[in-house]
Structures are given as structure tokens and as C-alpha cells.
């Protein structure tokens, strides 16, 4: 079992820069994948970003050039700074380790940290 803990949300200007962190604890023996995502009011959760082991990293289309994802494995971290936020990043941030990029039987998922931009 992992256990994700997120912090780092809370209500920005549009423009403005907010930094995620998520701390992972337990057996993250063959997790390959750490990740964000969000699911805004109403809307499916959707990928923000992921970053492998090896330190490879994806964008959502529209968080490209706005967003960066960092890990640090030897402690368990991974981050999200965000920057030029708009309205529509508003919603739900989670944290996400998994062994494979298609959902699986190990897929970890933090609590939630909210995120509201306001314009």
C-alpha cells in the first residue's frame, strides 16, 4: 500500500503561481509513474502532468509551457509548480503513483487539494 499526501492549494489570482508537493510513504517498490490530476467542478478527473523514475516527463496539452513536474525519489516527492494560472485551472489536484500508465491494480491516489484561481 502507498499512502500520497498533497499540499501546497489554495485560492490565487489569475496570473499567479502556486506549488504543489505530494509526500509518499509505504511500499513504492515498482511505482514507475508520479503524477497530477485534476478534475474541475463537474468534469472528469483529467491528466495535468506525469514524470517516470527515469525522470521523463508529460504534459497535458494545455499545461505545456505553464506547468513543470518534478520528483525527487530518494525522497519520495513529487511537486507541481504552476505558474500564469488561469480560471480554468481551477478544481481538485491529486496525486498519483502508479506501476503502469494504464490504470491498474496499483494506482495510488492522495486525498485532494484544491485549487481556485480567480480572475
Known amino acids: 500500500q502507498v499512502r500520497l499526501v498533497e499540499s501546497g492549494g489554495g485560492l490565487v489570482q489569475a496570473g499567479g503561481s502556486l506549488r504543489l508537493s505530494c509526500a509518499a510513504s509505504g511500499n513504492i517498490f515498482g511505482i514507475n509513474y508520479m503524477g497530477w490530476y485534476r478534475q474541475a467542478p463537474g468534469k472528469q478527473r483529467e491528466l495535468v502532468a506525469r514524470?517516470?523514475?527515469?525522470?521523463?516527463?508529460y504534459y497535458a496539452d494545455s499545461m505545456k509551457g505553464r506547468f513543470t513536474i518534478s520528483g525527487d525519489n530518494g525522497k519520495n516527492t513529487v511537486d507541481l509548480q504552476m505558474n500564469s494560472l488561469k480560471p480554468e485551472d481551477t478544481g481538485v489536484y491529486y496525486c498519483s503513483y502508479a506501476a503502469d500508465w494504464n490504470p491498474g491494480p496499483r494506482d495510488y491516489w492522495g486525498q485532494g487539494t484544491q485549487v481556485t484561481v480567480s480572475s
Open positions: 514524470i517516470t523514475r527515469g525522470g521523463t516527463t
